[in-house]
């Protein structure tokens, strides 16, 4: 009987260090690749002009130019939220919907946001400026990327372009 005790401990003894092995490999890969992924997720917030394009056309706010790499060993659910405004008054907000990003692979996100001039009517001053002269238009981002199945980040950054009046061309 004793015999058989020292054998169960020994077993248990194993497999209690299998499993402490497995766990600290699973959180080192995963925090690897969070790193590199929040380094190539804060690049992407970094993006040069010339690749990536916000053009207003019309009610219209068109966004693209924007690739997501995933950089991990696990996939990647990324999703876009964000707000625009003129002069600080909202005219638009925008959701991609889920993207998944298998390893090593990359998304081009392009975003097509409908701007409501109308939300202008509410504030006079913003709305003499936007319709005769150059307004400020700030695209409020917020990057939600998952790393499936352990562990999340978000990412908020705010932009700023200075538009044309919305009657004629200045």
Excluded: C, H, W
Aim: hydrophobic share 45%; no cysteine; proline share 4%.
């Amino acid at each position: 009987m004793a015999r058989e005790a020292s054998f169960v401990s020994k077993t248990l003894k194993i497999v209690s260090l299998a499993i402490t092995v497995a766990i600290v490999a699973i959180a080192v890969t995963a925090a690897y690749s969070g790193y590199e992924e929040y380094g190539a997720l804060t690049a992407v917030g970094g993006v040069s002009s010339s690749q990536l394009s916000a053009v207003v056309n019309g009610s219209t706010l068109l966004i693209s130019g924007l690739n997501v790499p995933n950089k991990m060993t696990y996939p990647l659910t990324l999703e876009l939220l964000g707000n625009v405004s003129i002069d600080e008054v909202q005219v638009g907000n925008f959701d991609t919907g889920a993207y998944v990003i298998q390893p090593g692979n990359s998304q081009g996100i392009n975003v097509s946001i409908p701007l409501n001039y109308g939300a202008l009517l509410n504030n006079t001053e913003a709305l003499k400026k936007a319709i005769s002269n150059s307004s400020i238009l700030t695209v409020d981002t917020t990057v939600i990327a998952n790393m499936v199945p352990l562990l999340g980040i978000n990412i908020t950054k705010s932009t700023n372009m200075t538009i044309g009046p919305i009657l004629g061309n200045q």
